[in-house]
Each structure stands twice: as C-alpha cells, then as structure tokens.
C-alpha cells in the first residue's frame, strides 16, 4: 500500500543535539513537507520542496535544515539552534501545483528536549 | 499573506448536525480543504472545494462561496468517532493552516 513512512514515533533529545527526522514516501508524489504542530495549535510550515534536489522555507525554518536527493525521500534535521524543539513534526506529500491542497501525511513524529 | 479563522471549539450530541465555519483572508487562493485531526494522530484529508458550491462525500459536505471568501464543513447525523479536530487550510502551491476548530461529540 503507498503512503508516508515518518521514524521515529517518538524521540528524546537533549539539548545541544541536533536529531534528524526520516521521512519516506511511496506514492511517487513530487512535493513534500514539514509541519510542526504545538498543543493545542495549528501546524506551521517549516521547509517543503517541490522538486527532487530543490527545496524552500516555510514560515518558521530557523534552526532546521532539509535535504532532497531523492524523490521519496526528505528528511529533516532539528539542529541545536532551534530554541524550542519540543514538538509533533509532521511530514506530508502531494502532487505539485494546485495538487498541494490535497495532502498526505504521515504518522507524526514526536520530539521532546530533555 | 493568508489568514483563516474558525471558531475554536464547538459541541453537538450524537446524530445531529453540526457547521464548522471558515473565514479567509488571502492573496492567490486557489480554494479551501478540509482535514480532521483525531487526538494525537495525522490529520487526514476529508474535502476541497476549488470553485463555488456544494461537494458533498458521505456523511459530510463542504461549501466554498469566494466571493464571500467564506466555506462552511457540515457533518451530519454525527458519531462519537466524529469528535476530532478539524482544519480548513488555503493556498496555492502550499498549504496555511489556522488553529482549527475541536469538534466535541457527546451521546
């Protein structure tokens, strides 16, 4: 079945490490994305890419980084200069263009800061 | 920019129906989805409306009048299963999502 692989579930990090969080897809999508999602909130954009080996910021991409060397995958890596990491980071995928309003997700991973 | 606003919370009991409202503010809108967040899971896609009217799935509708820039999520003979999160994000090539509106569903 295609869909959206996120790992880990959950993951404790203490602070000063930077974690990086997979994400793999199957549904030969071209755009992917990362949200993050704080209690209570809506989810914020904080890089997407809609292209193999391109990608942009979303609202809040300080103090994280992406890369995209393939299409299936993107992952996203929450270095030490992001302030307040603790969160549920939600990765998705689409088709490109208008195709962006329906969206993919995955399970979620979640994050805590020691 | 865009911005989206929804009432934060609203209540119902089970078989009924229930209106979740949207308001939008954007430039480049290309149409409204809906997506339900069950607690502590993914949100999932129920909908999108890219032009005017009515796209009914199901038990539940959705509504887009742009002229308004107003849409409407109508769930109708309700289920505790409904009780969830739900979310009416815009945009073009990505999507803004709001604080979204908690659906609570009692017996």
């Known amino acids: 079945d295609g869909g959206i692989t996120q790992s880990p579930k959950y993951l404790f990090r203490k602070e000063g490490q930077n974690v990086t969080l997979s994400c793999e897809q199957n549904?030969?999508?071209?755009?992917m994305y990362w949200y993050r999602q704080d209690p209570g909130q809506g989810l914020r954009l904080i890089y997407y890419s809609q292209i193999v080996n391109d990608f942009q910021k979303g609202d809040i991409a300080e103090g994280y980084s992406v890369s995209r060397e393939k299409k299936e995958s993107f992952p996203l890596t929450v270095t030490s200069a992001q302030k307040n990491p603790t969160a549920f980071y939600l990765c998705a995928s689409s088709i490109a263009g208008t195709g962006a309003n329906v969206l993919t997700f995955g399970a979620g991973s979640r994050l805590t800061v020691l | 920019g865009q911005s989206l606003e929804q009432p934060s919370e609203v209540t119902a009991v089970e078989g009924a129906i229930v209106q979740i409202n949207c308001t939008y503010q954007?430039?480049?809108?290309?149409?409204l989805s809906w997506y339900q967040q069950h607690d502590g899971g993914a949100p999932t896609f129920l909908s999108y409306?890219?032009?005017?009217g009515l796209e009914e799935t199901g038990r539940f509708s959705s509504f887009l009048s742009r002229s308004d820039s107003y849409g409407y999520l109508l769930l109708q003979e309700l289920q505790m299963k409904d009780s969830a999160s739900y979310f009416c994000?815009?945009?073009?090539?990505?999507?803004?999502f709001g604080k979204g509106t908690m659906l609570l569903v009692s017996p």
């Open positions: 954007t430039s480049g809108f290309y149409g």
């Open positions: 994000p815009g945009g073009y090539s990505t999507l803004t």
């Open positions: 549904l030969n999508h071209d755009a």
């Open positions: 409306n890219g032009l005017d």
